[in-house]
């Protein structure tokens, strides 16, 4: 891709609002609803500063926003339900992306004792770039495994890694499009996410480099031949970052990021970029 764009200056907040009560339902502002690889990480916020590789004089400031608020209530240990707002922005970057999406859910975690989860949810999205509305319907299905193979006797002492595939069906119903071209995907999409961490401080209870990698990638099972739709979509995530102070109610971190492809669900346009600033993550309870 000729086009890069080079993120000079980021702020990411993560705000985690607990009751007091363990039956009352937690509000939480992430970076994604849908994908529980990114509901754990900061929502970003940014002032952008970027300029286009081998162009002279085309600087170009701008803010953007990858953000979920987010309700989860517990039905039991292991289900719960969630209602969500989710917004996407980014005019800095070659293709413009702007996206709202609300949407409601339901997943049961067995994480901790079965090693899968599985969520459903239900959303209406708005990708205001094409001007289009729609519905979608989404299955998501992941598996986790933790302390691989990678992990030496001597490497398991100071190192974690964990990895998780994801597998997932996907039924969209467009409702409005600019040239009346309406109609339905069904999509599959298959995935792979991974955290390395490593060089622990067992006295402060953290790891002070963490590596997260992830690819998603998007096939058209079935679709309306009026939408004109591309069959495939891909996405890779690679974000590395040292983490300067840690605690139960705070995160501290100073991280770079690198983004290339398209997120097809969430209406995020198909671009490469970097990102490095710091993030600062908080939980209120």
């Known amino acids: 891709m000729s086009y890069r764009t080079i993120i000079t200056s980021l702020i990411l907040i993560n705000v985690t609002v607990v009751s ?3 039956n009352d339902c937690p509000i939480k502002l992430s970076q994604h ?4 690889n990114k509901s754990s990480k900061p929502a970003m916020l940014l002032y952008t500063n970027s300029q286009q590789d081998g162009v002279l004089g085309e600087d170009k400031e701008t803010y953007s926003i990858d953000a979920a608020l987010s309700i989860e209530c517990p039905l039991s240990k292991t289900n719960e339900y969630m209602f969500a707002v989710e917004a996407h922005k980014n005019d800095l970057t070659a293709k413009e992306t702007d996206s709202l999406a609300l949407r409601a859910g339901w997943s049961m975690n067995r994480l901790n004792d079965k090693h899968y989860r599985v969520q459903t949810s239900l959303g209406y999205i708005n990708d205001y770039v094409k001007d289009t509305k729609s519905v979608q319907a989404i299955s998501d299905f992941e598996f986790l495994y933790e302390d691989w193979y990678v992990n030496s006797p001597w490497i398991g002492e100071i190192s974690a890694f964990m990895w ?3 597998l997932a069906v996907e039924y969209e119903r467009f409702i409005h499009d600019p040239d009346s071209k309406e109609g339905g995907v069904l ?3 298959y995935g792979i996410n991974s955290t390395y961490s490593f060089f622990e401080n067992k006295a402060r209870g953290l790891y002070r480099i963490v590596f997260d990698a992830s690819y998603s990638y998007w096939h058209n099972i079935k679709d309306s ?7 495939n979509h891909e ?13 139960t109610e705070y995160e501290i971190a100073l991280s770079y990021k690198y983004q290339n ?9 198909d671009n490469e970029f970097d990102q490095i600033g710091f993030s600062v993550s908080f939980t209120f309870k």
């Open 235 to 247: 996405l890779t995530t690679m974000t590395l970052s040292y983490i300067i102070d840690k605690s």
């Open 164 to 166: 998780s595939p994801v």
């Open 187 to 189: 999509r599959a999409m």
């Open 225 to 231: 031949d009026l939408l004109e739709l591309s069959n």
């Open 261 to 269: 492809g398209e997120d097809i669900r969430n209406k995020i346009a």
């Open 20 to 22: 007091a009560k363990s």
């Open 33 to 36: 609803s849908t994908d529980k």
